[in-house]
């Protein structure tokens, strides 16, 4: 029993803890992936280097006479650095995704790094569709879909003559391809957008442009319009009055009308006033 509990420290000390923090990268389908060694990799005599993926294949293995051996399967698109160990693999797949950890191997084991990379697509395009609209002459209701090819949602918004609110709140919803659909009001626009960590497509309408406010439903004027027209109307007949006014006082000093021409003018002012 002593010597199992002997066996078991001696291979305890042979392993030393490393960070236990691991990084999350997110990276576009087809593009690059690089990934660092944040910490001094020094290799002595009979030790290795090596970059391993999901902890059962190695990417590539370094030694300290600068030998460096890269897997069959990533020697095309795979390099490494000599100087500060960091990988560099190129156009990468989905196949890539997965856990990559960066360690030193001989008398002790040091864990360096480790990175999980998750590969993605670009996101599809969206659309913002308007289903229905209810106007009044105070309110108006909006309801609006946003949809990429496998998913949609809705979100209704109401306006008055001051403000428009989203009912609810914003909208949202993760995708079967885990990328995020969003619908949500900014600046009088209602957004749709549909995103990932790596890429994102919107489409948006502005809202005032769906909702017609201050018009009433059977068609009459409002008291607004009434009074434009009143306004406009008042400012046409003292334009005519004045030009009038003008005319006859032109009238008058060409041909020197006395009496007739002082009654008419006093008519005259007295209709316009």
Known sequence: MMFIFVILGLLSCNE???SSDV???FVQKGKDLHLDVNKPVVLEED???RWKFNNTH???SLFPDKRTIISSSHVERTEVSLQNHSLLLKNVQQSN???YTASIIGDKYQHVAEYEVIIQDLVSPVQLSVDSVSNSTESCNLTVSCSTEHSHISSTFRC???TCYQKGGEQSEVTTSGSSLHVYLLNDY???NHSNQVSWTKDLKKIRTLCSLNTATNGSLTVGSWIRIIVSCLVVGLCICFGLFKRITICKSQFKFQHKSNN?????IAVCI
């Open 264 to 268: 008419v003018i006093k008519i005259f």
């Open 97 to 99: 995704s997965g856990d």
């Open 23 to 25: 990084t999350t990268v």
């Open 160 to 162: 008055d003559n001051q």
């Open 47 to 49: 030790t290795e280097f």
């Open 190 to 192: 209602i957004i749709c």
């Open 58 to 60: 190695n990417v590539v």
């Open 16 to 18: 030393v803890a490393g």
